[in-house]
């Protein structure tokens, strides 16, 4: 509501509420605050390259009640018009930035990217419809087609590329698999080689210390043995010697024998020579 006339300069503006109004002195105007959505048909619209396209796009917006400057250019732009007239106003001016982006873009990028036509055209209405007081609060592009088939073209493009795609990623999955498979392979057998390999290398190592091991247990084993022979050898040889010194004091007893009967023999002969009387003359001086 926007109140005027006395004591009302500048205007009263208020987004909702209540207001009293003295009759006669004072006037009392309505603008809709409402949502409004637009259908923004732009027909036979040429491209960059010249091909004539058709787009459709849904927009929402509405007069900012909540932002007085936007709210008061809004009143001197729409005051007295209705609805109707306010969406009118508001679907041209969207409708001509549209086409003015569409002769900027081409078919291809209207189609493939969506997104960033309906960010461009979004952007650039705000910017001109801020100044009437309109917020836009969404634009979405709804449907883009021709009547020359160049869509359907470039979707059959399209397919035909992506089939293609498919059997060249068909064949190059195949050629990595195959790649694959002989990697695997190779770096099986390259590892069953390597294995064989340690094992080989391990079994010489085991076999080199098990030598080495054998040389030293024999040569302890001969050392030990000639060891005990000399042992052995050194027993006899003490064994022999004491068999020889036994040898020795026993001829030596046997010759101390000898000798002690030789002289009793001698003592005997002597005693068989002498007269009887000499005899007893000797055994009477012993």
Not at 24 to 49: G, P
Not at 204 to 217: G, M, P, Q, S, T
Not at 257 to 262: A, F, G, P, R
């Amino acid at each position: 509501m926007v109140v005027s006339g006395f004591c009302r300069s500048p205007p009263l503006m208020i987004s909702g509420g209540r207001v009293f109004v003295f009759p006669c002195v004072q006037q009392i105007q309505r603008i809709s605050l409402n949502t409004l959505t637009l259908n923004v048909k732009s027909d036979k619209v040429y491209t960059r390259h010249g091909v004539p396209i058709s787009v459709t796009g849904i927009a929402q917006m509405k007069i900012q009640g909540q932002n007085k400057q936007m709210l008061a250019a809004a009143c001197q732009m729409f005051m007295g018009k209705s609805e109707a007239e306010i969406a009118q106003i508001a679907l041209e001016t969207l409708e001509g930035h549209q086409r003015a982006i569409i002769a900027h873009l081409t078919v291809e990028e209207i189609y493939k990217d969506r997104k960033k036509f309906s960010e461009q055209v979004f952007k650039v209405a705000s910017s001109d419809l801020v100044n009437m007081g309109i917020s836009v609060v969404s634009y979405t592009l709804k449907d883009v087609h021709d009547d020359q088939d160049y869509l359907h073209s470039l979707g059959k493009a399209r397919t035909a590329q992506v089939q293609k795609d498919a059997r060249i990623g068909e064949a190059l999955n195949k050629r990595d698999a195959v790649i694959r498979e002989a990697h695997a392979l190779q770096e099986k057998v390259s590892a069953q080689y390597m294995n064989e390999i340690q094992m080989a290398k391990a079994q010489r190592d085991f076999e080199l210390k098990k030598a080495a091991y054998d040389i030293e247990v024999n040569t302890k084993k001969a050392e030990s043995e000639m060891a005990y022979q000399l042992q052995v050898a050194k027993t006899k040889q003490r064994i022999e010697e004491e068999k020889m010194q036994v040898q020795v004091v026993e001829r030596t007893q046997q010759i101390t024998l000898q000798e002690q009967e030789i002289t009793r023999r001698e003592k005997e002969l002597e005693a068989k020579r002498e007269p009887w009387w000499i005899c007893c003359w000797k055994n009477c001086h012993r």
